[in-house]
């Protein structure tokens, strides 16, 4: 589909950052944005890159009110030598259909999708910051905008895509969280909305995360909304436990994210000798093993923070501290490994990296 471009006038040109380091996350927005139009009975209609400014939706626009939303979340970087470059884009393509079909929304072609992408980055690359851990956030968008209060599928959609300049994820350095595992309040379960990347899993999630920071805790670790009794995930992050050879995370039950950096980490803790398993990771053993001082490193993984090492782990009231509490070794080696792939610094022996324009 061919892309039109709106003309950028001067006025509308937004002040650049000038200090990296206060860059944050998702708070700044660049000059422009991607955006097509899904119509019953046409399709995939008028797709263009526009000044960034905000929509006027009907108040009865459907999103509002029955939620039909999904999204997605990658990162350009930019190398040392100007090259720009994507991780693994077409995994988010192919996600983002999955969560379209779960939540009845009109597919995406990859074509659109990528297409639509690659060349608001490209236009926009002068945003990307580039000192050391920050990139250009980059969230395609799908919203139901059909003015009607009606349970449906929409009939009218704007697939969108806005790209944040971020900063590095840890501007204080390294630190592991403190994690409480949630067993009150479920996140999703067999037959939901779990597998999607959609706004409504977000929403529910508020609360149990409320409740752990006024505890003193960074985030919460979900458990199996059935028997709350298997671990499944943390907020935007899926969750490994690293043993003396091998390295465990939950199996794909239907009701956690299927993470872009999940998949790269299990195969890149294979190439550093370690065994991986996929598997129902019961809470009780894994609380026994870490007591035991059996799991050496625990740590999230996703696009946002890369990989996050975890300190503690508390389940009803007793807090485990993983390893000597500090950052582990696999934790750094596969952080170091993933983000040299991501810059261009390390050779991209599994094909994951695209470069743009
Ligand atoms: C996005 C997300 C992840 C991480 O997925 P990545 O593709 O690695 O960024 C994990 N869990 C949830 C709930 C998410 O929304």
Redesign the pocket.
């Known amino acids: 589909m061919e892309i039109r471009v709106v003309p950028l006038p001067e006025e509308r040109k937004k002040p650049k950052y000038n200090d990296e380091s206060q860059l944050g996350f998702g708070r700044l927005f660049t000059d422009r944005m991607f955006i097509a139009e899904w119509k019953a009975g046409q399709g995939w209609v008028d797709a263009r890159i526009e000044p960034y400014a905000p929509f006027v939706l009907d108040p009865a626009a459907l999103v509002f009110h029955y939620a039909q939303e999904i999204f997605e979340?990658l990162k350009a970087y930019k190398w040392p030598d100007g090259t720009v470059a994507l991780f693994r884009p077409e995994m988010n393509a192919r996600r983002f259909n999955l969560s379209a079909d779960r939540m009845c929304m009109p597919e995406v072609p990859e074509e659109l999708f990528l297409g639509g992408i690659e060349r608001l980055v490209a236009l926009e690359k002068d945003w990307i910051p580039t000192s050391e851990g920050t990139s250009l956030y980059i969230r395609p968008t799908l919203i139901a905008v059909e003015p009607v209060l009606g349970v449906k599928p929409s009939d009218h959609y704007y697939f969108y895509v806005i790209l944040s300049p971020v900063g590095a994820y840890y501007a204080s350095g390294f630190k592991p969280v403190n994690i409480l595992v949630e067993d009150r309040y479920v996140r999703a379960v067999p037959g939901g909305t779990g597998e999607a990347?959609t706004g409504g899993?977000y929403a529910s999630s508020l609360k149990a995360g409320l409740e752990a920071k006024k505890k003193g805790f960074d985030q919460v670790l979900w458990l199996d909304g059935v028997h709350r009794r298997y671990i499944e995930?943390v907020g935007?992050?899926?969750m490994f436990f690293a043993y003396e050879n091998t390295v465990v995370t939950a199996a794909l039950s239907g009701s956690i994210?299927n993470?872009?950096?999940?998949d790269s980490v299990l195969k890149l803790a294979v190439g550093l000798g370690y065994k991986v398993e996929e598997r129902p990771i019961d809470v009780n053993e894994l609380m026994a093993d870490i007591e035991a001082g059996k799991v050496k490193e625990a740590f999230g993984?996703?696009?946002a923070a890369v990989i996050t090492p975890v300190g503690t782990l508390c389940f009803r009231d007793v807090c485990h501290t993983v390893g000597d509490g500090g950052v582990g070794e696999l934790t750094q080696k596969l952080y170091d490994t993933l983000t040299a792939i991501q810059y261009g610094k390390l050779p991209d022996q599994f094909g994951w990296v695209k470069k743009i324009g």
């Open positions: 979340g990347k899993n995930e935007a992050m899926n994210l993470g872009v950096t999940r993984s996703g696009t």
